[in-house]
């Protein structure tokens, strides 16, 4: 797979992915895993899903209705997606030695 | 219950979902807000809202369909529409800032676009007439009678002029008057022109009905015809076609009507009701009688440099080829001149100095609010530089990072923009509306295109200035401090607080200066106001007839007329004195007559040169309350006998015969005698209050006995209350004209009140708009401050918290927020009034009597805006003092 020419996801679009990626699946859970607002996240998941990094599927729904509740959607990376949040990871690992520690500590080096 | 809200939101926002996901759509967010209203439940209505955006991104990655299958450029997620609703939403999510900014600069923008527009119409615009730009007014300065004295060219200087100049393809000529009509209604007075043809033909003229003046109505044997102004057309005849060709009953002529003028077109600087033809006689002897008013049209390829020399070359030559009106003596006393000038120059006249003088003023206001909304910025993008240095590590390059402030900045500026041309519109409307007489053009006054351009693209600049400061703020030295110092909630270093500091100082000296600007100019506007006018305005009604030679043929009828239309006003119980003349003060123009003294007792040369001359009646005096101060005024054996008496004013006095007593003296006008000096009045003011005392000669109404000057048909009369309430007077004096000779019309009824108020316009004018701006000085001062003010203190709050903390009272922290504001409102109005001193002489065209360094205003200025400093940064400094300590130091 090549490698993609520009893995500047924007911030946020990155944290969803990021939070898709460690196993928050539903629209309402990747709120509160980025700490983002729906008129954030959903969007985003739009967007993804229209470039081909996110896809979305319902949960089965059998298994639902029998428990006595209602369906829900759920979104995945796809290989692309994966790929590209790869590349954008790295960038910022990169970027981010600049802190040092700051971010962990909250205060600067000297 | 929430729930129930929270599901009937999404239904409402589903509407915004491409059909065909519809379903999909609301099933999904009715079953994520099942599961939270199952979990801790909170916010479900917050979350539900975000709905919109939601069905919204749909819509647009449903329709907009999908980029090439397998693409992984990301980087198009950064697009201009994605940018711009992300700077929406970000000015959104801080509505106080957002609030602020926007009004201070509409306001800001919206006074700058009104008074542009006024600049624009009334001193860029050209004129309403074909090719305006080449439309040139001719008269002659004739500076040896008075500084701004100009004289209109003589009947036989205009034929030689339009013989002599090649540089002029078209020379016209007219004058002003007033004529009865009394046909087709009630009598009444209309304001009139008499003009040559090439006159409407340089102003292009064209007609509603009928047809103008052809060259065949300009020879001296045609008959007299009239052209009717739209304006009248409609008012007095109801638009009626038929009036064409319908004989008017003019000054006891019967005149045809040839036709009606298109709607909108006046004479330069006037409304006149009817035109007449000038039939001038080429051959007629020349006179030293300058009245007539020029208009021309420069030829293809002259320019006005060539213009003002053919006619000063031409000029020079009037004395040979008119020896007996253009004396030698007579064209070096006058120290007679030639001047062809823009028409538009002529009509805008010094009304420029005024609108540019505002225009700076309200530029001030513009550069206030934009320091200010700067400031706001700037305390904002400190508070906001955790998002910036984080967006940056993210990967955001400096590029999407400037291109996402830049467009934050444009959209509060544009936006602000767009709200202050509608206001802009509002207020000139209101301008217009209030708009005194006197100031050319203001009714045609628009926020034309240009304006709209010239303040977009100030916004624009603005803007992108705003949006730079994060930028700026931004580079990676800052970046760290700013990090670190936002772990421990700080506000900025030094360098951002200076900046801001700096701003502050520069609003508050840019308010002084606008304010000082403002006091010197009401300063002013009160002296005017209590300028000794030399005569006592008030419970003063006047009018004007006119009588014509049909109806009073004779010198004898016409002062008939006048004496008895006197006796008749005196003899009513409601007024206790009547008086005429031909030319009121103030109102009356410059007009003069040749005046010859008698050589044994004058100092200088016999000839006195060209005084202002006025003829009146007895009783004018009393009735205008103009003070006798030596000898007698006039009375009616003056008229009755003949007696040639003759009444000097106080500045006349000591201009022909300074030095002594001039009861007694002599002069002459046209014919042999002489008449002698009885009395001698105060002085009353010229055109204008503002104008100097003007030396006057008073004649009576009627001449000594064997000499003739025309009589004064058009007189206006001034009736001094009894009651000294001019309400009421007016029909007592039409009774009174009626009864005199019913066919004759009362016009201009005014009081003298209102004519010296008039005067007075263009200051009152420019005053008011300069209030106007300072209003709104102080108003953006204030919220400015406020706003600043509050905004630190919210930085600060930790800083607040330790200080009170670490035991010390509320009052002390109140203090030194206050303390901080008013050293920098000092420092401002330091620089304030240094900027004031260096300035204001700039409007030195527009104070009367007032120095531009007034200390009493400059101190008053000071004070008041010390004191709304400390009014602004009150509330924000009580509530640093009242900041919980345990809260501030918590939070992070």
Request: glycine share 10%; net charge neutral; aromatic share 6%.
């Amino acid at each position: 797979m090549s490698e993609p020419e520009s893995a500047t996801l924007s911030f946020n679009a990155a944290l969803v992915l990021q939070g898709m990626t460690r196993g928050h699946r539903y629209g309402f859970e990747l709120m509160k895993v980025t700490g983002l607002p729906s008129g954030t996240v959903y969007p985003i998941l739009a967007r993804l899903e229209a470039t081909g990094l996110v896809r979305s599927r319902w949960e089965n729904e059998e298994r639902a209705h029998g428990e006595g509740r209602p369906r829900r959607r759920y979104y995945e990376t796809t290989g692309a997606g994966e790929v590209t949040l790869r590349a954008a990871l790295e960038k910022l690992a990169r970027q981010s030695r600049l802190f040092g520690d700051a971010l962990q500590t909250g205060s600067p080096v000297e | 219950m929430k729930l129930a809200l929270a599901r009937w939101i999404v239904r409402l926002a589903s509407v915004l979902v491409p059909p065909e996901r519809r379903a999909d759509w609301v099933e999904e967010w009715q079953a994520e807000l099942w599961y939270e209203s199952r979990g801790r439940g909170q916010g479900v209505v917050t979350k539900a809202m975000g709905a919109f955006r939601a069905a919204w991104a749909v819509r647009r990655y449903a329709r907009g369909g999908h980029p090439p299958a397998g693409s992984t450029r990301i980087q198009g997620m950064t697009t201009m529409g994605r940018d711009f609703g992300q700077a929406l939403r970000a000015l959104t999510r801080s509505p106080g800032f957002t609030l602020v900014a926007v009004v201070t600069l509409s306001l800001g923008l919206g006074a700058t676009a009104a008074i542009l527009a006024v600049v624009d119409s009334v001193l860029l615009r050209p004129l309403p007439y074909p090719e305006a730009d080449r439309l040139v007014r001719l008269d002659h300065p004739a500076p040896g009678y008075g500084e701004d004295t100009a004289w209109g060219l003589s009947v036989a200087g205009y034929f030689h002029f339009r013989e002599g100049m090649t540089s002029l393809d078209e020379l016209g000529a007219w004058y002003q008057g007033q004529v009865n009509l009394t046909s087709e209604g009630d009598p009444e007075r209309l304001s009139s022109v008499a003009a040559t043809t090439p006159v409407l033909e340089a102003l292009g003229a064209t007609t509603a009905v009928g047809r103008t003046f052809v060259d065949a109505d300009d020879d001296p044997g045609a008959p007299n015809v009239a052209l009717l102004s739209h304006d009248l057309w409609v008012r007095r005849f109801g638009a009626d076609p038929g009036v064409v060709g319908r004989n008017l009953q003019i000054d006891g002529e019967a005149v045809p009507v040839i036709g009606v003028l298109a709607p909108g077109f006046e004479l330069p600087q006037s409304d006149v009701d009817v035109w007449f033809p000038w039939r001038l006689d080429h051959e007629a002897e020349a006179q030293n009688s300058h009245y007539v008013q020029a208009i021309g049209r420069l030829a293809p390829g002259a320019d006005l440099a060539r213009a003002n020399e053919e006619m000063a070359r031409l000029t020079a030559r009037l004395p040979e080829r008119f020896p007996a009106a253009y004396g030698d003596a007579f064209m070096s006393e006058s120290r007679f001149a030639s001047r062809v000038r823009d028409l538009r120059e002529v009509v805008v006249g010094d009304v420029g100095a005024a609108l540019w003088i505002v225009l700076a003023g309200v530029g001030l206001v513009l550069v206030m609010a934009c320091a200010n909304v700067a400031n706001l910025v700037l305390v904002r993008a400190e508070a906001r530089s955790r998002e910036v240095a984080v967006r940056a590590a993210m990967g955001a390059s400096r590029r999407a990072l400037g291109r996402y402030f830049l467009l934050e900045g444009i959209l509060l500026t544009v936006g602000s923009a767009a709200i202050g041309l509608g206001l802009a519109a509002l207020a000139i409307d209101a301008l217009v509306a209030m708009s005194p007489p006197g100031i050319p053009r203001l009714d045609e006054v628009r926020v034309s295109l240009l304006t709209a351009f010239v303040v977009g693209l100030a916004a624009v600049l603005v803007g992108a200035g705003f949006g730079a400061f994060p930028i700026l703020q931004s580079r990676s030295r800052a970046l760290a401090r700013l990090l670190g110092e936002g772990g421990r909630g700080r506000t900025a270093g030094r360098g951002a607080v200076r900046v801001r500091n700096g701003l502050l100082v520069a609003q508050v000296a840019l308010a002084v200066m606008l304010l000082a600007g403002s006091g010197l100019m009401a300063r002013s506007f009160q002296r005017l106001a209590a300028v000794d006018a030399g005569f006592e305005p008030a419970g003063v009604l006047t009018f004007q007839i006119g009588l014509s030679s049909e109806g009073y043929p004779d010198a004898a009828a016409v002062y008939e007329a006048h004496r008895t239309l006197l006796a008749r006003l005196e003899a009513s119980g409601m007024i206790a004195a009547a008086g005429a003349t031909d030319a009121l003060p103030i109102s009356g123009g410059h007009r003069c007559i040749t005046v010859t003294l008698e050589p044994e007792y004058a100092s200088s040369a016999d000839e006195a040169g060209c005084p202002q001359v006025r003829f009146v009646s007895p009783g004018y005096f009393d009735a205008l309350g103009v003070e006798v101060i030596e000898g007698r005024g006039f009375v009616e054996d003056d008229n009755i006998s003949q007696t040639g008496a003759i009444v000097a004013s106080r500045a006349m006095a000591d201009l022909l015969w300074p030095g002594t007593s001039p009861v007694g003296r002599g002069a002459r006008l046209w014919g042999p005698g002489f008449y002698r000096v009885v009395g001698v009045v105060e002085d009353v003011r010229g055109s204008g209050l503002d104008a100097g005392e003007e030396p006057i000669l008073y004649f009576p109404l009627q001449p000594l006995a064997g000499e003739g000057y025309p009589p004064v048909r058009g007189m206006t009369y001034a009736v001094r209350s009894a009651s000294g309430s001019t309400v009421g007077l007016v029909p007592e004096v039409r009774a009174a004209v009626a009864e005199v000779d019913p066919r004759l019309p009362v016009a201009a009824l005014r009081t003298m009140d209102e004519i010296v108020s008039r005067s007075m316009v263009r200051t009152t004018f420019t005053l008011l708009l300069m209030a106007i701006a300072s209003v709104m000085a102080l108003l953006i001062g204030v919220v400015g401050m406020y706003g600043v003010v509050s905004y630190v203190v919210a930085q600060r709050r930790r800083e607040m918290g330790v200080r009170l903390a670490l035991g010390a009272a509320g009052a002390q922290v109140t203090g030194m927020v206050l303390r901080n504001a008013v050293a920098l409102a000092l420092a401002g109005l330091a620089l304030g009034l240094i900027g004031t001193v260096a300035t204001t002489r700039l409007l030195r065209s527009l104070l009367f009597a007032v120095s531009p360094t007034d200390p009493a205003t400059l101190a008053a200025v000071s004070a008041l805006l010390l004191a709304v400093v400390i009014l602004a940064a009150w509330v924000p400094a009580r509530r640093a003092a009242r900041v919980d300590p345990v809260v501030a130091l918590r939070a992070d």
